[in-house]
């Protein structure tokens, strides 16, 4: 069985000149606010930080095989838990593009297939926020849809993130769609809400 943890993974994320709109409705209703950036994820759990010299190179190839492309955030959807509370999302547009990008790296990574063990399969969304009730997520839903301006962003690459402890996530490698190959980043920490 393969080493798996819970501090790492790999993730589509808008660039940080885009956030704010989605920040400032974190900021209100997401409890994981401090610890994840704004993010689609991709594969989650992943590998631990000591594998990642094996995973880089996978993750470049994988990446290689999908053309950058446009993704629109319009329209907030959500997941209801059976406990009733429900889980608030952005719904990314193309759904296909993100679809055959996430099945591109579950190829190359079969065993770290929680994200597409799912009924319904692997289901793209950017989460803002946790409602308590169906009463409260049927209204967080119109007022969020409501004071939307739904907004569009290149993705160009993919990130491999990663957090110490109990601390935020932050981005340790950007892996080039299209194949343009891999590039250290600094980008903003999670906490840097």
């Known amino acids: 069985m393969p080493a798996k943890t ?10 940080p000149e885009v956030w704010e ?7 209100q209703h997401d409890r994981h606010v401090q610890r994840w950036m704004p993010h689609i994820t991709l594969l989650y759990p992943f590998m631990p930080r000591t594998q990642w010299g094996e995973a880089l190179p996978a993750l470049t190839e994988a990446g ?21 509370q429900a889980t608030i999302w952005l719904e990314p547009e193309p759904r296909q593009a993100l679809l055959t990008l996430q099945a591109a790296l ?4 079969p065993a770290y297939d929680e994200q597409s063990r799912f009924a319904t399969g692997f289901t ?21 849809q409501a004071a939307w301006q739904p907004m569009q962003f290149a993705l160009t690459a993919i990130m491999l993130i990663g957090r110490e402890a109990e601390g935020p996530f932050e981005v340790a490698h950007a892996i080039a ?5 891999l590039e250290r980043v600094a980008l903003p ?5």
């Open 6 to 15: 819970y501090h790492t993974a790999v993730v589509a994320m808008p660039p």
């Open 21 to 27: 709109p989605i920040q400032a409705i974190r900021r």
């Open 64 to 84: 290689s095989q999908v053309a950058p492309f446009q993704v629109t955030l319009a329209t907030f959807r959500s997941f209801t838990h059976a406990s009733g």
């Open 106 to 109: 579950q190829a190359v990574f």
């Open 124 to 144: 793209p969304h950017l989460s803002v926020g946790q409602a308590a009730s169906p009463a409260a997520r049927q209204h967080l839903l119109s007022v969020l």
């Open 177 to 181: 769609l299209g194949g343009e190959g």
């Open 189 to 193: 920490p999670a906490h840097r809400a």
